[in-house]
């Protein structure tokens, strides 16, 4: 998997999140896919737990994102560096990424700076 690749899937997710579309969040994602964001005390487990992750957090705090750099940190993983601003005010966050064979996102670990 190329870093090409792995921007591509960000832009994607970064886009369909500040758009508060969770639908199309959800294509991103295999269906067994986890969230694991610290920052909010919980782990988000598959679609179901996915949709309420961005329902709460995003479209619920009005969060906007904007990608500041990527860094291949494996073959199909990244850590994509983030700004935030939101209803919460303004934070730097970092997603570790993890792309299956099939592309799809199979797990992301959540952290702030």
Partial sequence: MSATTLRAKADALIAATNA???????????PDAVIDDPSTGH?????????????????????????????????????????????FGHEIGLLDISINSDGLIVRIDADLE
């Fill in 43 to 87: 782990r988000f487990d598959g679609h179901v737990g996915i949709r309420d992750y961005i329902d709460r957090y995003f479209a619920g705090y009005h969060t906007v994102t904007r990608f500041l750099s990527i860094e291949m940190t494996g073959k199909a993983q990244a850590r994509v560096r983030v700004d935030f601003t939101g209803d």
């Fill in 20 to 30: 508060f579309d969770a639908d199309t969040v959800l294509t991103l994602f295999a």
